[in-house]
Nanobody
Framework: QVQLVESGGGLVQPGGSLRLSCAAS????????GGWYRQAPGKQRELVAA???????NYADSVKGRFTISRDNAKNTVYLQMNSLKPEDTGDYYC??????????????WGQGTQVTVSS
């Protein structure tokens, strides 16, 4: 069964750091493109950061300079390093990825979400 498994969320004080991981498991060839979304209480899900197959990245304006998305192709894992965290970064973070298989087009998957709470 193909799935994206997230980890690394938790409670952190303002100014602190967390690193989220998103590992693709199952019979996949590789992660083609990956991204992290977040959903704050009472708000719509929004794109936080994305990375292409070639390693190009883009970020929401609210996290530029503080968050870094990266990938480890050997581990089929996408990371989100979050520094200088603010209370407004609180929310459920979801990994989304287009996965390549040995045949057929890429398919899109979502992770189950991991909670990030920034509070003193």
């Amino acid at each position: 069964q193909v799935q994206l498994v997230e980890s690394g969320g938790g409670l952190v004080q303002p100014g602190g750091s967390l690193r989220l991981s998103c590992a693709a498991s199952g019979s996949i060839f590789r992660i083609y493109t990956g991204g992290w979304y977040r959903q704050a209480p009472g708000k719509q899900r929004e794109l936080v950061a994305a990375i292409t197959s070639g390693g190009s990245t883009n970020y929401a304006d609210s996290v530029k300079g503080r968050f870094t998305i990266s990938r480890d192709n050997a581990k089929n894992t996408v990371y989100l390093q979050m520094n200088s965290l603010k209370p407004e970064d609180t929310g459920d973070y979801y990994c989304n990825a287009n996965l390549n298989f040995l045949s057929g087009p890429p398919r899109n998957y979502w992770g189950q979400g991991t909670q990030v709470t920034v509070s003193s």
